[in-house]
């Protein structure tokens, strides 16, 4: 089945840097590649996703890159601000573009903003 | 609009004792997945469902659980002869019924299970 390797655990940036998570996964039939963003105690938040026919995807200050051939992706938050930190997954599915799977998540990156 | 609904919120189970957890997919969506998020680590599903359909429950224990999405009603994840390995948060999750959008995942609030 799919796996998910999601790094770092733990980043620590200044508030106005730019934040990079990266993430591999390892089933080539993979099309579908969601962020979520979890604050303690609530609801994982779908915050911006890509499928295998997009390199890159961004939406204001957020931006996800693809690269199907060597199996990563990554989440890039420019200009951060306090209210980014949170708890960061990515997932893989193993159909999307028409079909719908269970999602394997990576174990998350704790993103924390130093003002 | 609401988003998914998930009921109860806390759930306190004896060991032994059953846990019947309860989801509300958002209007309109027919894909129902449960996940389970163990403190400090990532959500790992369970089971996928469609109305009246089990479509993948590799995920999900062999034993002790089932879950169901009925023609009329919420879906349930049912846990029997709960243990304390099994306290976790509990994540439901809808999708909508558009081919190019059907693998967009909206979680609930989640059910928080504590086994004493």
């Known amino acids: 089945g799919e796996n998910v390797e999601q790094h770092p655990s733990t980043l620590s940036v200044q508030e106005g840097d730019s934040a990079v998570i990266k993430c591999t996964y390892s089933?080539?039939?993979?099309?579908?590649f969601p962020w979520y963003k979890q604050e303690l105690g609530k609801r994982p938040q779908l915050i911006i996703d890509?499928?295998?026919?997009?390199g890159e995807k961004k939406d204001q200050r957020i931006a996800v890159t693809l690269n199907k051939t060597a199996k990563h992706f990554s989440l890039h938050i420019t200009e951060t601000q306090p209210e980014d930190s949170a708890v960061y997954f990515c997932?893989?599915?193993?159909?999307?573009?028409?079909?719908?799977?269970?999602?394997?998540f990576g174990k998350g990156t704790h993103l924390i903003i130093q003002p | 609009n609401a988003g998914v609904m998930q009921n109860p919120r806390h759930l306190v189970r004896r060991r032994g004792q059953e846990a019947r957890l309860r989801c509300s997919p958002m209007?309109?969506?027919?894909?129902v997945y449960w996940y389970r998020q163990l403190p400090e680590e990532g959500l790992k599903f369970m089971v996928y469902l469609q109305k009246e359909n089990i479509i993948d429950e590799s995920g999900m224990p062999k034993e002790r659980f089932s879950a169901e999405f009925p023609k009329e009603g919420p879906s349930i994840l049912r846990i029997q002869q709960v243990v304390r390995g099994d306290s976790a948060a509990y994540f439901c999750?809808?999708?909508?019924?558009?081919?190019?959008?059907?693998?967009?995942?909206?979680f609930g609030p989640g059910t928080r299970l504590t086994v004493t």
């Open positions: 209007k309109g969506h027919s894909h």
């Open positions: 999750a809808s999708s909508p019924p558009v081919w190019d959008r059907v693998d967009e995942q909206y």
């Open positions: 089933d080539s039939a993979s099309n579908y």
């Open positions: 997932a893989a599915s193993p159909l999307g573009g028409g079909g719908a799977d269970g999602l394997t």
């Open positions: 890509i499928r295998s026919n997009v």
